[in-house]
Structures are given as C-alpha cells and as structure tokens.
C-alpha cells in the first residue's frame, strides 16, 4: 500500500483484464479479496487509528466482498462492527458470498439496509463498484445520501458508490468519501470530471500483483505529474536569453489584462527566454510593476502587432481578449501565422462564433464551458464524456 501513485490510468474493462490475468497467473479471485481487504483495513486504521467502531454498507458483488472481509479483520481487532447489507446477501455469489460467510462466521452482525439504521463509526461504502454505468437506483441512492448526509468519516472501497469508474461522472448520487483505497490499477474516473471532489484522499494497492502481469494490458491514459514529465535539460554555463525562444502572449482586453500578464508570467516560469506581451496600452504600466522583465507593448491596431509577430516562435493566444473589434483584429491577425500557437479564453469563444479558423499545429486548453461551446454541447455531456 503506497500514498505515491502510478501513472497508468485504466478504464473498467481494463481493470477487470487485470484481475482475470492476475487470476490466470496462480492467484485465486478470493485471494485477491483478501488483499484488498486487508490493504482498506490498513488505510483506514492509519487514517482513523483511535475510531473504534465502523459501519460497512455492501451491495451485492465483489466490492461488497471487499467491505465483509474488512468487517470480519474489524471484529477480530475488538473493533464494533456492524454490516448493513443494502444488497441481500441471500444473493451473493463466489468470492463476495464467501466473504460474507467468513464475516457471519467471526460474529459479525449482518442487518438489512433501513434507512433510520443508525451508522456509527467510520463508514464504509462497499456499495457499488466499477461495473456500474447508469444512474444509481434505490435502495442505494437512499444510501448513499444517508452516507453523505451522517457526518462520519468515510472509506470508500476502490472508488467511491456512484462516481463511474471511465469518466468521473456522477451518476445520479454519488458517495463523498474522506478516504478512498483503489486496488490493481488506478482507475481513470479517480481523476476526471467529478471524481476528484468525492474521492478525498487516494491510497493504492497493487495487491501484490506481478508486474509483468499488470504490463500484458495497456492502459487508456497516463496520469502527469513531477515524475513522469520530462526533466528540462541542463543549461549551457553560456546560454542567454536568445538561446530559449520567444513566446508572445496575445490579450488584454480593457478590464481583463490581468489574465494575459499571468499567462506571461507562466511563460517566463516554464523557462521561455523572452517573453512579449501584446496587450492594451493601459495595461503597460501595471505590466512593468509588477513583472518588469516582461517586454509589455502597448498595442492598438494590428499594424503594431505585426513585428512582434515576426520575432516570436511561440504565441499564446486568448487570455483576456476579449470579443470586441480590438479582440478580433489581434486573433485574425495570429491566424495567419505559422508559428506553434496556444488558443485558450476569449479565443475559444471566438472560434466558437465562427469569426476565426483554428492555424494548423494549434493546441487548444478549453474548460467545459469553452469546451460546450466549441462542441455545441451542454456542459453536462461534456463532463460525461471524459477523458
């Protein structure tokens, strides 16, 4: 178990690839339970070591598995434990009716879900796992609103009841876990849409699994972070500014100037050489107060844009441009350039109206706002189709 993560993101069909791989290399599903178990057991007593009690709530297939063995290791530690089964156990099946066995056989108290059920200590969804893909029904939207609405610490069980495990999309109701411990591989839906906000922190367990086994299946995405960026190479003692390109950063609008000095100070952090501002006049004093060594240009028309054009080598278009004639004239202007470009703002909603094609070689940073709009979409279906 790690608080470090890895940086392959999988969708569900990929994950359960991996369980049945690691199943046909020798390690038996009820096994794997176990270890899962075992792995939430840990996390939850480093998190909440002085808890003393916890609730389980289990649904009806292997993510309710993985709540009745951490009840049955709860019991065993002297811990009050407690299982509400919001899904009968009568209808469990394989390694989840196992575990619940196992839980009955080390005295664990096993009652049906009711919804004036009293839940104490750290709750732990053991609801709903990564299969699920339409909205949440009852009883365990009842559940789950009683999970969030309790005040208790909670665990969630590989990703938290109602977040869909491809695209972070809530679905429906959605748990709201302090903690949650994913297992195998890091699922996508962790990490995109909604699942951030209902995640809380993250702990994975690779269960032990061979990596060599874990390799024999690609992942959808790769999470970014300090490790797996590429390093910037070392400096020449004899490099100077010239030797690291010119970005321009296009924006500025009257009243918004502040987005286009931002973009030109992450410029200058990210180790451009140079870096121009193109930006309303009135702007330029606050430019030369606050990051003096930006190269802030007054600019009022596209005629005094047009040689900062030609000494750029990279230009940052959109923050705070705005839509009114100024904003448009400087966009049409960079459309016309070849140069490697980044349209994000006020660019994207120009590109949405229609008044400017996209050059070629261009990246684009929508947010879903920006992002419906290009698509003629709503927001929502943009935030259900991610990543």
Excluded at 138 to 143: D, G, L, Q, V
Excluded at 248 to 259: F, P, W
Excluded at 320 to 337: D, E, T
Aim: charged share 15%; glycine share 12%; aromatic share 4%.
């Amino acid at each position: 178990m790690t608080d470090s993560l890895p940086v392959a993101l999988y969708n569900a069909t990929q994950v359960r690839e991996l369980d049945a791989r690691l199943i046909a290399a020798g390690t038996s599903g009820f096994e794997l339970m176990q270890r899962a178990a075992h792995a939430a057991w840990r996390a939850l007593r480093r998190r909440w070591p002085d808890a003393g009690a916890v609730t389980v709530l289990a649904g009806r297939g292997n993510n309710a598995g993985d709540g009745y063995l951490l009840a049955a290791l709860a019991q065993r530690a002297g811990w009050q434990v407690r299982v509400l089964a919001v899904g009968d156990p009568q209808t469990l099946q394989g390694d989840a009716a196992l575990a619940c066995a196992e839980a009955r056989d080390c005295g664990v108290p096993i009652e049906p879900w009711r919804a004036e059920a009293p839940l104490q200590g750290v709750l732990v969804d053991a609801l709903l796992g990564t299969g699920l893909t339409g909205a949440v029904r009852e009883p365990y939207a009842s559940a789950i609103a009683a999970i969030n609405a309790s005040g208790r610490p909670v665990l969630a069980i590989d990703l938290p009841s109602g977040l869909c495990a491809n695209t972070g999309q809530v679905l429906g109701q959605t748990v709201r876990a302090d903690l949650s411990v994913t297992f195998i591989g890091l699922k996508l839906g962790l990490f995109t849409a909604g699942g951030p906000d209902r995640v809380g922190a993250l702990v994975f367990d690779d269960l032990q699994a061979d990596p060599g086994t874990v390799a024999q299946v690609a992942s959808e995405a790769v999470r970014l972070d300090h490790g797996s960026l590429a390093r910037v190479a070392p400096r020449s003692p004899t490099a100077h500014k010239g030797s690291f390109g010119q970005v321009l950063v296009i924006g500025g609008d009257l009243g918004t100037g502040g987005a286009a000095l931002l973009s030109a100070e992450a410029a200058l952090r990210c180790g451009a050489g140079m870096v121009t501002l193109a930006t309303r006049p009135e702007h330029v004093s606050a430019s030369l107060v606050r990051r003096p060594e930006v190269m802030c240009n007054g600019v009022e028309s596209t005629y005094s844009l047009t040689a900062l054009l030609e000494r750029a080598d990279v230009l940052v278009v959109g923050p705070g441009l705005g839509q009114a004639p100024w904003g448009r004239s400087l966009i049409s202007a960079a459309a016309q350039r070849e140069q490697p470009q980044v349209w994000d703002a006020d660019a994207l909603n120009l590109l949405a109206t229609g008044a400017v094609e996209l050059p070629s070689g261009c990246l684009i940073t929508p947010h879903p706002g920006e992002a419906a709009r290009l698509l003629q979409c709503s927001v929502g279906e943009v935030q259900a189709d991610r990543p």
